[in-house]
């Protein structure tokens, strides 16, 4: 594959950032997402060319959001037309993101990259992992739909209508499971076109929301099996290099919609930035991210020692460890450990293979999860502290799940509510 100057120095400095980032491997197989938007117009370029450098097995999946009516189906057409081009394996997935959204009481950005990442991985196991419990294998139902490979049906004639999840509107609103992808290990990744600029926007949202140090990481290189190649491209070089390549892309009429908290960063913050205080504020946010990613990972690995230390024989903290940890550490410790048991206790729920891919897209989809936020964090910090300066004997505090944390004899645990307090 011929590539002109300005692309294949764009193209090397991608390849560059992924041996960098380990983000794509010989011989393992990618998933990449593609909108047919520039950005994944020419991810998909790169990861053509790229799997003639080093030689992995790609497919390219599609997800038809249902939103722009005939304008998202030519959509689809055309991607599925420059994979055939190609001969490039070719998937597509249609979900009414709109309904799922109201049914859920979900925003459709919110909904719509939930249904994205969970389609995406579950293409991934029926290509690459055969997976006989995979979601796509016959279970009726008529909210998801998968589509096609290279343009012929991959299931059998007599299932055109295989289902994406067996979900009912009920499941999806009463769900309240943890459920996350990205800590699964899989045997392949899935490729996103997410480039510079989306992680100043992402930055720039977390900032608005007074998010803590991980929240300023914004996104990352690699986010358990996701990987993003263009992470440190500029959009306006992705622009640049498909001109100069010759490719064609649609544009999205959403993507300049103001009914979008991202679509308004992107058009009134970042240029109101650049206009105010007279520079791009866009290598600057990435570059924050970047420091924020090795104070994050610095923070985290001592907080899981602390947790250790912490622990007392019957898997309980010592309220006066925690409390003689700096305050900052000692809120990472309390997370951990509500996140640590509260994935045990939800493991013990699912008592086979085949439930877990059943629940699988409510526990993607539905974001009443298992919460803990700075807020839970400061309580119980703030009770366990009362307790260790005497002020109180024992306290509990209700948390998100179904869980009570319990301050009592010196000890901090967490109990569900089918438990009885001992």
Same mark, same amino acid.
């Given at each position: 594959?011929?590539?002109?100057?300005?692309?294949?120095?764009?193209?090397?400095?991608?390849?560059?950032?992924?041996?960098?980032?380990?983000?794509?491997?010989?011989?393992?197989?990618?998933?990449?997402?593609?909108?047919?938007?520039?950005?994944?117009?020419?991810?998909?370029?790169?990861?053509?060319?790229?799997?003639?450098?080093?030689?992995?097995?790609?497919?390219?999946?599609?997800?038809?959001?249902?939103?722009?009516?005939?304008?998202?189906?030519?959509?689809?057409?055309?991607?599925?037309?420059?994979?055939?081009?190609?001969?490039?394996?070719?998937?597509?997935?249609?979900?009414?993101?709109?309904?799922?959204?109201?049914?859920?009481?979900?925003?459709?950005?919110?909904?719509?990259?939930?249904?994205?990442?969970?389609?995406?991985?579950?293409?991934?196991?029926?290509?690459?992992?055969?997976?006989?419990?995979?979601?796509?294998?016959?279970?009726?139902?008529?909210?998801?739909?998968?589509?096609?490979?290279?343009?012929?049906?991959?299931?059998?004639?007599?299932?055109?209508?295989?289902?994406?999840?067996?979900?009912?509107?009920?499941?999806?609103?009463?769900?309240?499971?943890?459920?996350?992808?990205?800590?699964?290990?899989?045997?392949?990744? $899935?490729?996103?076109?997410?480039?510079?600029?989306?992680?100043?926007?992402?930055?720039?949202?977390?900032?608005?929301?007074?998010?803590?140090?991980?929240?300023? $990481?914004?996104?990352?290189?690699?986010?358990?099996?996701?990987?993003?190649?263009?992470?440190?491209?500029?959009?306006?070089?992705?622009?640049?290099?498909?001109?100069?390549?010759?490719?064609?892309?649609?544009?999205?009429?959403?993507?300049?919609? %103001?009914?979008?908290?991202?679509?308004?960063?992107?058009?009134?913050?970042?240029?109101?930035?650049?206009?105010?205080?007279?520079?791009?504020?866009?290598?600057?946010?990435?570059?924050?991210?970047?420091?924020?990613?090795?104070?994050?990972?610095?923070?985290?690995?001592?907080?899981?020692?602390?947790? $250790?230390?912490?622990?007392?024989?019957?898997?309980?903290?010592?309220?006066?460890?925690?409390?003689?940890?700096?305050?900052?550490?000692?809120?990472?410790?309390?997370?951990?450990?509500?996140?640590?048991?509260?994935?045990?206790?939800?493991?013990?729920?699912?008592?086979?293979?085949?439930?877990?891919?059943?629940?699988?897209?409510?526990?993607?989809?539905?974001?009443?999860?298992?919460?803990?936020?700075?807020?839970?964090?400061? %309580?119980?910090?703030?009770?366990?502290?009362?307790?260790?300066?005497?002020?109180?004997?024992?306290?509990?505090?209700?948390?998100?799940?179904?869980?009570?944390?319990?301050?009592?004899?010196?000890?901090?645990?967490?109990?569900?509510?089918?438990?009885?307090?001992?």
């Amino acid at each position: 594959m011929h590539l002109p100057r300005g692309t294949y120095r764009l193209f090397s400095k991608v390849a560059r950032f992924c041996v960098a980032h380990q983000l794509i491997e010989p011989g393992r197989p990618v998933v990449a997402g593609v909108s047919g938007g520039v950005d994944s117009m020419m991810l998909l370029e790169f990861l053509h060319w790229y799997s003639e450098q080093i030689d992995f097995p790609l497919v390219i999946c599609h997800i038809n959001h249902m939103i722009r009516g005939e304008e998202a189906d030519l959509d689809e057409s055309f991607v599925q037309a420059c994979c055939q081009e190609r001969l490039i394996p070719f998937e597509s997935v249609t979900a009414p993101i709109e309904d799922i959204a109201r049914e859920t009481n979900r925003g459709v950005e919110e909904t719509g990259r939930a249904v994205r990442r969970a389609a995406l991985i579950e293409i991934g196991r029926r290509y690459y992992e055969g997976d006989p419990l995979s979601l796509f294998n016959g279970i009726p139902n008529d909210v998801y739909q998968v589509g096609k490979i290279s343009g012929e049906d991959v299931h059998d004639k007599d299932n055109d209508a295989c289902s994406f999840a067996k979900t009912s509107n009920d499941d999806l609103k009463d769900s309240n499971r943890v459920g996350a992808l990205t800590d699964e290990i899989t045997t392949f990744d $899935v490729a996103l076109g997410h480039h510079m600029d989306d992680r100043a926007e992402s930055i720039l949202m977390h900032i608005g929301r007074g998010s803590g140090i991980a929240g300023l $990481v914004g996104i990352r290189p690699r986010d358990g099996c996701f990987v993003r190649p263009f992470l440190d491209v500029r959009l306006e070089e992705l622009i640049a290099s498909a001109k100069e390549l010759g490719v064609v892309w649609r544009e999205d009429a959403t993507n300049v919609s %103001s009914d979008y908290l991202r679509n308004r960063i992107r058009q009134i913050l970042v240029p109101a930035w650049r206009d105010v205080l007279g520079y791009d504020p866009v290598p600057r946010l990435a570059s924050l991210g970047d420091l924020a990613a090795g104070d994050e990972e610095t923070l985290s690995i001592f907080a899981k020692r602390a947790l $250790v230390e912490a622990r007392l024989p019957d898997q309980s903290l010592s309220i006066a460890a925690i409390c003689a940890l700096p305050r900052g550490l000692a809120l990472r410790v309390l997370r951990l450990f509500f996140e640590e048991k509260a994935e045990s206790g939800e493991s013990q729920d699912i008592t086979c293979e085949k439930d877990r891919h059943e629940l699988l897209m409510t526990d993607i989809l539905m974001t009443d999860r298992v919460t803990f936020s700075a807020y839970h964090a400061v %309580s119980i910090l703030d009770l366990i502290c009362r307790v260790d300066a005497g002020e109180t004997t024992e306290g509990a505090l209700d948390l998100p799940g179904g869980w009570t944390v319990h301050a009592k004899n010196g000890r901090l645990f967490l109990l569900h509510k089918k438990e009885n307090v001992t």
